[in-house]
């Protein structure tokens, strides 16, 4: 049954979804996954997305014309929350086909596009994104990955990186160099392509967390129809900007909320076992403090949430700000953690059964937040150029 | 005695425009450099016009002569005073008219609000609470306290070792003690003996409700004097230029200010949780307002120490503005009690709203 019929009384809503959870989500999911190699750890993803699909959250944000719940962002934020609350499992193997995905296709992409792909994400359709290369990193518009016309289709060489569950993906968020003799910005053309294609290479890359969840692309000679462009040829670097916006929205709001069930649960155990660094007044201070930044990161976030069906959204750099507070603040409590969790705490451990039982394994996956989706020295330079006025020199 | 709930954001808005107005036009950096300099009584001029437009009764309820706007109209008007450095009684002074709400019992209401709220008096209140107290022998008070507040104050809101006691100032031995920030008043009372006016009986909850009411003062003035020491900084930066460009455009700078933006943000929102909580009676609001006086005055602390050092050389002038900002961060800093104490309050306070079983953590969606 769909939990979307209750959608017409917000906590009605809300009841429904607390219910679902508590009967479908395994209480030793974390366990198991700590424990998992890489192929259990995909089928578990599937197996949620499956769970997800069979009440109607698995698309729930997306419009009704394509297969979505057309929910408001109250409902989302709703789901979100009680996702958050249950430390139901992330959908980390679908977070491109949910969110950059229709991010990109809905305002750019043609209505064959749309049908075709939004309507295979509710099957278990992964994709992946193509936009960093080894020499273009925070100077993404640098990229030098060739499309060359050929016919009906593009003929495309080139190399990129960062591409989180590549190894998994049926699809590629791609984008290419089609004219090297103009500004950067102004030959770049966006594609979606086919990861079965012959000439698609992927090789994992191992962090320094000890996961695998980005892969490298090495594309030779790889075939893709021109019908696969999206937005008109030289037009990428716009539809790109609409992808990278797609993240600002409640995907970072849930984790918002994870953590703040994380570091309660974290608390109330400390109180209950009577940890030692209850006990160390320094400690103690620093911990509250948190508290009070993390509060400061949820209010900010939603001002975000907030902001983002304003029309002034898409000039606003409280993104950034949001992601240089809230990352550096998960860097520090991560960073508590450790310095609390002594020897122990650094034991080696993936995927901790309990919040920040693997601190450092928590401490390392941090760098993910103020590395991916635009480094935090990029945030810098948004806020002081876009947000405080200062030259571009 | 909180209204429990929050204003619209247009009343919000309206309010703050026009007090922002006010005092940008009379308050502006000459002014208030004359002030420090001892030419002009800008601290006498606000505190009558403030009066006459019932800043001074934001937080106090219609029904003693105030305007009933209480925590969220108290924290833009003090942001605002915080935004141009504004000199005078005003921590002192309002928050001894919401403690006097908060646990003065009607006849002390009566007597004092309506005063408090047109301006005609001021107030002062201990500089710090952890203080030992006055000492009272029958129904006389005596001993010393450095206090917030101005010279001519019509009354001290003072502890003793059991109760707090409104005393008249007539009945006090006032000595100025100069501030390094020329802009707050800082006054030692001595009373020998003396008779108080009226007596708050419940120890406890009147220091809560002034430390309380003092947090979120500070903690404030503190966000609004941080964002506008900001602003005036990276507005100089754009016009000083150094190797042949404005040094606005260094990277090394740039970076320093989106820092400086981004602490801004989160004080600003530590304000307004805590503000938002106090508004509407929550068991964690007194935690937030400790954490937010804690939290919010380092951090301006830190904005107005490098925005010192952003401006070079001229920073570290009497002349420019940086140093008048720096020096009200620094005592905003101390005021109420140490940061430590306080946040070893605010540790105690979560230990036990957690042990009660509940969350110290909701927050509206």
Redesign the interface.
């Known amino acids: 049954m769909s939990i979307l019929n209750a959608q017409h009384d917000l906590s009605a809503f809300r009841q429904e979804i607390r219910k679902w959870l508590a009967e479908v989500v395994p209480p030793d999911w974390k366990g198991r996954m700590a424990r998992a190699s890489n192929e259990e750890y995909i089928a578990f993803q599937r197996w949620w997305m499956g769970e997800r699909s069979k009440v109607g959250l698995a698309i729930p944000h997306w419009p009704k014309e394509y297969g979505g719940g057309g929910l408001s962002q109250r409902h989302l934020i709703t789901i979100a929350d009680e996702i958050a609350r249950a430390d139901a499992p992330q959908n980390r193997l679908f977070t491109i086909s949910l969110i950059h995905m229709p991010g990109t296709l809905l305002p750019h992409g043609t209505e064959v596009q749309k049908r075709r792909y939004l309507a295979g994400v509710a099957k278990g359709e992964v994709w992946c994104q193509g936009f960093s290369e080894p020499n273009s990193g925070s100077d993404l518009a640098s990229l030098r990955t060739r499309a060359v016309r050929d016919g009906d289709h593009y003929v495309v060489n080139g190399q990129k990186i960062w591409s989180s569950n590549s190894m998994y993906a049926d699809h590629c968020l791609l984008l290419t160099r089609t004219d090297p003799n103009v500004q950067k910005h102004r030959g770049i053309t966006y594609f979606i392509m086919d990861m079965r294609s012959p000439g698609v290479e992927v090789r994992p890359i191992r962090q320094a967390n000890g996961r695998a969840e980005f892969g490298e692309l090495f594309l030779s000679d790889v075939r893709i129809p021109a019908e696969n462009m999206i937005g008109a040829e030289n037009n990428g670097w716009r539809v790109a900007q609409a992808t990278l916006a797609s993240e600002r929205g409640v995907i970072s709001f849930e984790g918002g909320e994870r953590q703040r069930y994380e570091i309660e649960a974290f608390y109330r155990k400390s109180l209950k076992v009577g940890a030692a660094w209850l006990r160390d007044a320094q400690l103690h201070r620093e911990f509250v403090s948190f508290l009070a930044e993390m509060q400061a990161a949820r209010r900010l976030l939603r001002r975000v949430l907030e902001e983002s069906e304003t029309p002034q959204a898409s000039a606003s750099v409280l993104p950034s700000i949001v992601k240089l507070s809230s990352t550096v603040l998960r860097q520090r409590i991560c960073s508590f953690m450790v310095r609390i969790g002594g020897v122990d705490g650094q034991a080696f451990a993936l995927l901790a059964e309990e919040p920040f039982g693997s601190p450092m394994f928590d401490f390392l996956s941090a760098f993910s937040g103020t590395i991916a989706g635009g480094t935090n020295e990029i945030q810098r330079n948004i806020v002081a150029e876009r947000g405080l006025g200062m030259p571009r020199v | 005695m909180e209204t429990a709930s929050t204003l619209d954001r247009a009343t919000l808005d309206a309010l703050r425009e026009s007090v922002a107005g006010v005092l940008a036009e009379q308050c502006g950096s000459t002014e208030l450099h004359a002030f420090i300099d001892g030419k002009n009584t800008l601290d006498k001029m606000l505190w009558a016009q403030a009066g006459q437009l019932g800043w001074l009764g934001l937080g106090i309820p219609e029904q003693f002569g105030g305007l009933g706007m209480g925590a969220q109209g108290l924290a833009i008007l003090h942001g605002e005073l915080g935004r141009q450095s504004s000199p005078g009684p005003y921590i002192a002074t309002l928050s001894a008219a919401q403690t006097i709400v908060e646990t003065g019992g009607q006849a002390i209401c009566q007597t004092w609000l309506p005063r408090l709220a047109s301006g005609d008096i001021s107030a002062a209140v201990p500089a710090t609470l952890d203080v030992r107290g006055l000492t009272r022998s029958g129904t006389r008070v005596s001993g010393t306290l450095r206090c917030l507040g101005a010279a001519d104050a019509a009354f001290v809101l003072a502890p003793t070792d059991d109760a707090w006691v409104i005393v008249d100032m007539a009945e006090a031995e006032v000595t100025a003690a100069p501030m390094w920030d020329r802009t707050r008043d800082v006054i030692d009372v001595s009373l020998k003996d003396a008779t108080p006016l009226g007596i708050l009986p419940d120890a406890a909850a009147t220091r809560a409700a002034l430390t309380r009411a003092m947090a979120l003062a500070v903690a404030a003035d503190s966000a609004g004097g941080a964002r506008s020491i900001t602003e005036r900084t990276?507005a100089y930066?754009?016009t000083r230029e150094q190797f042949g460009?404005?040094i606005?455009?260094?990277?090394a700078?740039?970076?320093r200010?989106?820092?400086l933006?981004?602490k801004l943000?989160?004080?600003d929102?530590?304000v307004?949780?805590a503000v938002q909580r106090t508004m509407t009676d929550e068991p964690d609001a007194e935690l937030?307002a400790l954490?937010?006086k804690?939290?919010v005055t380092e951090a301006c602390v830190f904005v107005t120490t490098d925005c010192v050092q952003l401006h070079g050389g001229v920073g570290f002038t009497w002349d420019f503005d940086p140093h008048i900002f720096l020096k009200r961060a620094r005592l905003n800093e101390v005021l109420i009690m140490a940061n430590?104490a306080l946040?070893?309050q605010?540790?105690a306070a979560?230990?036990a709203i957690?042990?009660s079983g509940r969350?110290?953590?909701e927050?509206e969606?």
């Open positions: 990276i930066m754009k460009q404005p606005a455009g260094f990277q700078l740039k970076h200010a989106a820092d933006a981004t943000a989160v004080a929102e530590m307004r949780h937030w954490l937010a804690s939290e430590t946040r070893d605010a540790a979560l230990a957690t042990t969350s110290a953590l927050l969606i």
